[in-house]
């Protein structure tokens, strides 16, 4: 019943810039406070990203601080990962994710709903 869709992803060179966005459907939007994951091959997903629902608290991991910064939309259902000065290490498929929590979860297993991911590599 709760969709999630990532889009933005692709192929940019070391130190450029992308903007993923995450389009939720099937629910009341504002209910959720969203997340930002990445895997890479052969790693472990690792928490990136999350704000609250109202959009006032943030988290961010220590590889991708100031960095990246996520944002959300509630009159459009979407949220985004704004990703500045990517480094290769930052290669992976990146998944949104929702969870039904007033507070801003940082673990994969606080959140209920998961986008399929989109892919980003940023070459050397």
């Known amino acids: 019943q709760v969709q999630l869709v990532e889009s933005g992803g692709g192929l940019v060179q070391a130190g450029g810039s992308l903007r993923l966005s995450c389009a939720v459907s099937g629910r009341t939007f504002n209910n959720y406070a969203m997340g930002w994951f990445r895997q890479a091959p052969g790693k472990e997903r690792e928490f990136v990203a999350a704000?609250?629902?109202?959009?006032?608290?943030?988290n961010y991991a220590d590889s991708v601080k100031g960095r990246f910064t996520t944002s959300r939309d509630n009159t459009k259902n979407t949220v985004f990962l704004q990703m500045n000065s990517l480094k290769p290490e930052d290669t992976a498929v990146y998944y949104c994710?929702?969870?039904?929590?007033?507070?801003?979860?940082?673990?994969?297993?606080?959140?209920?709903?998961w986008g399929q991911g989109t892919q980003v590599t940023v070459s050397s």
């Open positions: 704000i609250n629902w109202s959009g006032t608290i943030r």
């Open positions: 994710a929702a969870a039904r929590t007033v507070g801003v979860p940082t673990g994969g297993s606080r959140f209920d709903y």
